[in-house]
């Protein structure tokens, strides 16, 4: 017991408890800061039952210029026609996007039909676009108006359902691109 008696010795022993019980403390006060593990957020997507590989037809028509096209799924590409019926080229860079999105769209807020003014949100008269689409023998129908002031989300709505979604507008852009040519003169002077 000679160590003991060194004051070194005792000195050492004494910091060295003196640290675990401050990292002891101190984890003890981490743990009692922390706020409770909150439950995830439940999935808000809009079209839960499609799958990209599921989607067989689209259709996007600019309501407001009155352009249309009809996509459809053949083996190996996809074949597009203008309202008309006649063949135009598709852009088959832009058909895998516009499939994640439709199957993958999710929202950031649902209003009721009482508190959805439709032509507030550009919406009435089937809004800017439309987009209908095809997957799995279902028929589905989108409806895109105006977006926000900060041009962050998009107003939407799908058919039969009484209520305005928020949605992300550049997901929307790229969806109706395939009929949104206005040029920047257009949609300055445009009016819903």
Known sequence: ???LRNRATRLMIVVFIGVLLFAFSLNTIRQRSRPPTSTPEPVTYLFPAVLTTTITRMEVTNVRFNKHVTLVKAPGEW????KDGKSVPVNLTVI???LHILASLRYTQIMDSSQADLAKFGLTDGGWFTV???A???SYTLYVGDSNPSRTLSYVQVAQEGQVFLVDYNQVG???????VRDPQELATATP
């Open 1 to 3: 017991m000679t160590f």
């Open 174 to 180: 790229q969806l109706v691109s395939v009929v949104d």
């Open 79 to 82: 074949l597009g026609t203008d």
């Open 96 to 98: 895998p996007p516009m």
């Open 132 to 134: 209908k689409f095809e």
């Open 136 to 138: 799995a023998g279902k």
